[in-house]
């Protein structure tokens, strides 16, 4: 039997609730966030069942973390998996237009489902969709709110690492 685990842990941005199948997330959400999935009824909470999400929270709000490395297990149609793995490969502190995402899942012309998948992300911050913005350069819609897109953004623009001989060094 499948057992999901739900955890709410703290960060810069709000609280951040967690939530879990068999180890694997399936939703990391912020507080009042839309499209946020209410955790399952029979969903045993227990604040300390993460301590590998907990420590890379804390490395990527201290600036030390540039990628998360745990296991995921987001519910999704195949398009918006595709989308989400796409927004994962979004390199930390720099951002993306819908359009550009698009273009990479291989539907050029699908900026607005590509958009609405992004919206449906069921794994903030671990899925940077925070990192698409609009053509124009400009914060568009965030399931977050724009002051937690904009908090996070700077935040990473913060502490980027330098180039080093010409290229990033990502954790």
Not at 46 to 51: L, S, Y
Not at 100 to 105: I, T
Not at 157 to 166: I, K
Request: charged fraction near 20%; charge should be negative; glycine fraction near 12%.
């Amino acid at each position: 039997m499948t057992q999901m685990t739900t955890a709410t842990i703290d960060s810069p941005i709000g609280p951040l609730s967690l939530t879990a199948r068999d180890g694997a997330l399936t939703h990391v959400h912020m507080h009042e966030q839309r499209h946020a999935a209410a955790p399952a009824p029979d969903a045993l909470r227990d604040d300390a069942a993460f301590p590998e999400a907990v420590r890379q929270f804390a490395e990527y709000f201290a600036g030390e973390r540039t990628a998360f490395d745990l296991a995921l297990a987001p519910g999704g149609t195949p398009f918006q998996l595709r989308v989400w793995e796409a927004l994962r490969e979004i390199p930390y502190g720099e951002t993306i237009s819908y359009g550009e995402l698009a273009r990479r899942v291989g539907s050029p012309g699908a900026f607005r489902a590509v958009g609405l998948a992004n919206g449906r992300n069921p794994l903030a911050i671990v899925v940077p969709c925070h990192r698409v913005i609009g053509a124009d350069g400009g914060l568009t819609g965030y399931g977050g709110g724009l002051e937690r897109k904009r908090w996070l953004l700077a935040h990473e623009a913060a502490h980027r690492p330098a180039p080093v001989d010409g290229q990033l060094q990502l954790q």
